[in-house]
């Protein structure tokens, strides 16, 4: 089944600098990539997705890549401020199936 | 409109006793999900319900776990004879079921401390 890794599991930047998360998934059948976020004692939302058509989406101050033929996707995230101090989760499609297989987690803490 | 409401939001209970959670998913939503979060860990996938195909029941943890889906649309989770390793954070969530991937929203969730 789908495998999804994530790092680092703990990134601290300073406000203002950019953070970037790394994911990696071992199916290449996989064709979609979301990406949410948890502040504490809140539940997951989504802040971005991916399908596997596309290289690059931006929203704001947030983006995703993804490297199909290295079986990775990344956040980016600019200019960072204390409210992006979350959990993240990265996320991959399983084939044939609803479902997604979630990465254990990336806590950013942004220092002021 | 409404999100997903899940009850209720916090339970204690003692170890050994049944307990069942109550998740309300997104009118319309044909998917449903339920996972299990600890104190600082991921999201472990539990059960998926989709339509009326047989769910996806991989991610039980134990014969212990069971879940139901009434008429596509409010779901109770049920742990019997529970354990203090129990002790998590229940979160349901719906989504749509349309190809290629979907945004999945997630409940508010229910905090279960087995004593």
């Known amino acids: 089944g789908e495998n999804v890794e994530q790092h680092p599991s703990t990134l601290s930047v300073q406000e203002g600098d950019s953070a970037v998360i790394k994911c990696t998934y071992s199916?290449?059948?996989?064709?979609?990539f979301p990406w949410y976020k948890q502040e504490l004692g809140k539940r997951p939302q989504l802040i971005i997705d991916?399908?596997?058509?596309?290289g690059e989406k931006k929203d704001q101050r947030i983006a995703v890549t993804l490297n199909k033929t290295a079986k990775h996707f990344s956040l980016h995230i600019t200019e960072t401020q204390p409210e992006d101090s979350a959990v993240y989760f990265c996320a991959a499609s399983i084939y044939g199936n609803n479902r997604l297989a979630f990465g254990k987690g990336n806590q950013v803490v942004v220092i002021p | 409109g409404a999100g997903v409401s899940q009850s209720p939001s916090n339970k204690v209970t003692e170890k050994g006793k049944d307990v069942e959670l109550r998740c309300d998913p997104i009118?319309?939503?044909?998917?449903l999900y339920w996972y299990r979060q600890s104190l600082g860990q991921g999201l472990e996938f539990l059960i998926y319900f989709q339509g009326n195909s047989a769910p996806d029941k991989s991610g039980l943890p134990s014969d212990r776990f069971s879940a139901e889906r009434t008429g596509g649309s409010v779901s109770t989770l049920t742990i019997q004879r529970t354990q203090q390793e129990d002790s998590a954070v229940y979160l349901c969530?719906?989504?749509?079921?349309?190809?290629?991937?979907?945004?999945?929203?997630f409940g508010p969730g229910t905090r279960l401390t087995v004593l």
């Open positions: 991916i399908r596997s058509n596309v």
């Open positions: 009118s319309g939503h044909t998917a």
């Open positions: 199916d290449s059948a996989s064709n979609y």
């Open positions: 969530a719906s989504s749509l079921v349309l190809a290629g991937g979907n945004e999945q929203f």
